[in-house]
């Protein structure tokens, strides 16, 4: 390591990453880290806009760190998918040459056209291949809120199928392949190490499905359940997987993971005092919470602080709710729709992250629904019926769930009490078609954690009335001026 080095030797930062290395700890993403420490450490003596320019690069850092990571583990020759890619480009693009003569202009329309369908070796499939777990989960819960459990099965493979010949594995197959046996957690597809975020989903995914007392799960639990211990570090953090990459992310996967499972709550798994005691350690100045303590707050990290503080029925710890309550309503856009953070433009997935935690705190009228929904159908393709980031862009799962489920949070899926009844439109079927709720804190449909019986808190201000969704949970009061 002295070779690439070429300071002083007894330089703290040298001898630290030397320490690191000899602990075998992944290098890049701990140097990373002590990059984030110091631009934090730095906010008294820079800018803050500066800082927050620096503080951006390096999490795009560490991103594209995580993606080269997931090319380097993933089993498959980069140079077969390169070939076969450029192979079929250039064969497709040949065809109609040698079409011609046999079928002549009208007959090689359709041999141009087909080279421009989308197929799974596509540009969007390779890169999103690391992610199908979560994908599996956005596309089934949005579908979940929009059409009863049957349809969804029907629909999308889900636990049954429809004809007992055909051999294509259903979604809860799938999900049991992607168990990695040598870590014990899920991994984001088949082959794939266990990480938090993806085990999260696969407990999700298996929850929507009603399948968490499966056979196969049943087996797997207790490898389950070591591998979320065995992410917890002392100061109650938790990491994702192995490499040890640290985030208040991976603190809300594994609360809620655990929760579904039913193995949080009067169990001995971790150390729920203490995991909270960190989360509550990253609120900012501002009342917003970052990815680790000092970091930047941003709409998301908020959700997976709040989303886990209430989880562990501790959102006592929380302080200056009123403040973060204005942070995030202060989110809200001309354009209606909301940001991540100041000076952003607004996004679709935000609509989530911010109305999510506003209902945990009881306040949600401090959003314009109306403006929020119009941004939300906006930015829905007229065509596929998907929904995009912001208007004009190109659809995807990601942001049709969280469009979908702003949708719900703000009451427009279903008016007044219960649900609202509207026609289905296709071909004069007069069946009546009602939506299910989403629960902001599980992020699954209300009946789903209602029936699991999990526990959960709110907390509100002194008088505020209870959202219907939320009236299970435990209720801590704050104080509103
Ligand atoms: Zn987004």
């Not at 990459?245 to 655990?258: K, N, P």
């Not at 799962?397 to 719900?408: K, R």
Request: proline share 4%; glycine share 8%.
């Amino acid at each position: 390591m002295k070779d690439v080095y070429d300071g002083d030797e007894n330089d703290a930062d040298f001898k630290l990453i030397c320490k690191e290395f000899l602990n075998g700890t992944h290098l890049p993403l701990r140097i990373s880290s002590a990059m984030r420490s110091i631009i934090v450490k730095n906010h008294e003596y820079a800018d803050p806009i500066y800082n927050r320019e620096m503080d951006e690069q390096v999490q795009r850092l560490v991103g594209c760190l995580g993606m080269s990571e997931r090319v380097l583990r993933t089993p498959f020759p980069v140079c077969f998918t390169r070939h076969t890619s450029r192979l079929f480009f250039f064969w497709s693009n040949c065809l109609p040459f040698a079409l011609y003569p046999a079928a002549g202009p009208l007959g090689t329309l359709p041999a141009s056209l087909a080279k421009k369908i989308d197929n799974p070796s596509s540009y969007e499939g390779a890169v999103t291949e690391h992610l199908r777990m979560s994908g599996i989960y956005w596309s089934l819960t949005a579908l979940s809120i929009l059409v009863p459990l049957e349809k969804v099965d029907e629909r999308m493979n889900l636990c049954s199928k429809a004809d007992a010949s055909d051999d294509t594995p259903t979604i809860v197959d799938f999900v049991f392949e992607c168990f990695d046996a040598k870590s014990g957690g899920f991994g984001g597809n088949k082959l794939q190490d266990g990480h938090i975020l993806y085990t999260l989903s696969a407990i999700q995914i298996l929850a929507l499905a009603n399948a968490l007392d499966d056979e196969r799960m049943v087996e797997i639990k207790p490898r389950v359940i070591a591998f979320i211990q065995s992410l917890q570090l002392d100061d109650g953090s938790f990491m994702g997987d192995e490499w040890g990459e640290i985030d208040t992310r991976f603190s809300y996967c594994a609360l809620s993971a655990l929760s579904i499972l039913g193995e949080l709550h009067g169990k001995d798994t971790i150390d729920i005092d203490k995991a909270a005691e960190y989360i509550a350690s990253c609120q900012n100045f501002d009342g917003g919470f970052g990815s680790q303590p000092g970091a930047e707050s941003h709409a998301g990290q908020i959700f997976t602080c709040i989303g886990a503080l209430s989880i562990a029925c501790r959102l006592d710890l929380l302080k200056d709710e009123e403040l973060l309550c204005w942070w995030l309503a202060e989110r809200q856009c001309d354009s209606g729709g909301l940001n991540g953070r100041p000076e952003k433009q607004s996004d679709v997935c935000y609509s989530w992250w911010i109305l999510s935690c506003l209902c945990i705190l009881g306040k949600v009228n401090w959003i314009r629904g109306d403006k929020l929904a119009n941004f939300i159908l906006k930015c829905q393709d007229d065509e596929d019926g998907g929904i995009a980031d912001r208007p004009g862009d190109m659809v995807d799962v990601f942001h049709t769930f969280f469009g979908i489920a702003g949708l719900s949070l703000i009451g427009v899926l279903h008016e007044k009490d219960g649900v609202v009844q509207i026609e289905e439109s296709d071909g004069g079927d007069d069946r009546k078609n009602s939506y299910r709720k989403i629960d902001p804190v599980y992020a699954l449909p209300c009946d789903v954690v209602q029936k699991l019986g999990l526990k959960g808190q709110v907390a509100l201000p002194k008088d505020a009335p209870v959202d219907e969704r939320l009236k299970d949970y435990d209720v801590h009061q704050w104080n509103s001026e």
